[in-house]
């Protein structure tokens, strides 16, 4: 089984990293809000997938906020953000660099791709073709980079928000099952809500621009430093037994499913406790319910999963499944 998406080192007073966390929370999301109308689901689970350590897949249609989602969370938690938008002809080395020829010292230097950084926005990451894939998926698996012959650490924040259009397939490549199961989450964001539209065309009128963010008053409400140190709070979010066995029931019935042809395997379980763990830190307490494993239980498990033909005959979703599968496993008292 593959390592965590992190290794938290220990934090002894769990009183005070829960309240930290729960601030950062409460911080973060005002400053995003600034420029974000409605989604505050998914920005409640993007945040929670950055404090997670993983990386994360937004689903959505073009228009709804997807980039500007991960530009204002980026900006609200002090860190360094990059864009690339993949294309069928973006090779390896537009994103992890390549050596050039330097004029002036009459050498080959490095020139290191937009990968280096902290936030990484992979903008419709199903239109490059797999080999392109490939080389970001494993520096997310990795957080290191091997070019010309030297392996390159990433930023202890780096972290990928990838997205993709659920509707088009003309021109895509989609994402193979196993580099699938390498997102800790994937996010559906939907439409906004009838007032929420209307308060979208309402900001726009007075003048917001969703690229000058600066201008709309989004300031960082934690440094990359407290962000980490968020991380770190996750070992101080107890689960107790039962809470641990139901995890792993819930990821054992999808591979008992006759409607599921591919179930979870142990990832699946390691990501769900841990987006349990900083889901219940963000919102301030310092152990795990159920409640917090059922919210997740969606975003972590169901693009991981592959519906039998029957089920896929019968129009079924993933979604659809999963839920009749939750509702099988007993939640514990």
Same mark, same amino acid.
């Given at each position: ?9 220990? !934090?002894?007073?769990?009183? @005070? ?14 400053? *995003? ?27 959505? *249609?073009?228009?709804?906020? &997807?980039?500007?989602?991960? &530009?204002? +969370?980026?900006?609200?938690?002090? /860190? ?7 294309? $069928? ?26 990968? !280096? ?8 990451? @199903? ?8 080389? +970001? ?6 957080? /290191? ?5 030297? @392996? ?31 997102? +800790?989450? &994937?996010?559906?964001?939907?439409? $906004? ?7 979208? +065309? ?5 003048? !917001? ?11 960082? /409400? ?43 395997? $142990? ?9 349990? &763990? ?8 310092? !152990? *795990?319910? %159920? ?7 969606? %975003? ?8 039998? $033909? ?24």
């Amino acid at each position: 089984m593959n390592a965590p998406p992190f290794s938290p080192p220990p !934090f002894p007073d769990s009183g @005070n990293a829960v309240r930290s966390a729960n601030a950062i929370r409460e911080g973060v999301l005002a400053e *995003v809000r600034k420029a974000v109308v409605g989604q505050d689901e998914p920005l409640e689970l993007m945040l929670c997938g950055l404090v997670a350590g993983g990386h994360i897949l937004l689903e959505g *249609v073009p228009g709804v906020a &997807k980039t500007l989602m991960a &530009k204002a +969370l980026s900006r609200s938690v002090g /860190a360094d953000f990059k864009r690339i938008q993949f294309t $069928p002809d973006l090779m390896p080395a537009d994103i992890l660099g390549t050596s050039v020829f330097d004029l002036k010292s009459q050498a080959f230097v490095l020139a290191r791709g937009p990968i !280096f950084t902290d936030l990484l926005l992979a903008d419709e990451i @199903n239109r490059a073709p797999a080999k392109t894939q490939s080389a +970001l998926l494993e520096a997310m698996q990795e957080r /290191a980079v091997s070019l010309e012959g030297k @392996n390159l650490q990433l930023s202890p924040m780096f972290t990928v928000f990838a997205t993709q259009n659920p509707v088009e397939s003309e021109g895509t490549y989609p994402l193979p099952e196993a580099q699938l199961d390498r997102f +800790l989450l &994937k996010i559906d964001v939907g439409y $906004p809500a009838p007032e929420e539209e209307d308060a979208i +065309l309402d900001s726009v009128h007075r003048g !917001f621009d969703s690229g000058d963010l600066a201008r709309a008053g989004v300031n960082a /409400a934690v440094t990359k430093d407290g962000l980490l140190q968020a991380r770190a709070a996750l070992s101080a979010v107890n689960v107790e037994q039962p809470v641990l066995s139901y995890i792993r029931k819930l990821v054992a019935a999808t591979r008992g499913s006759p409607n599921i042809r591919l179930g979870a395997g $142990p990832r699946a379980g390691v990501h769900l406790l841990l987006a349990s &763990k900083a889901l219940a830190a963000l919102r301030g307490r310092d !152990f *795990v319910t %159920p409640d917090d494993v059922r919210f997740l239980v969606g %975003p972590v498990l169901r693009h991981r999963l592959l519906l039998s $033909p029957d089920a896929e005959l019968d129009g079924a979703t993933p979604a659809e499944v999963l839920r009749e599968v939750v509702q099988g496993v007993e939640v514990p008292r």
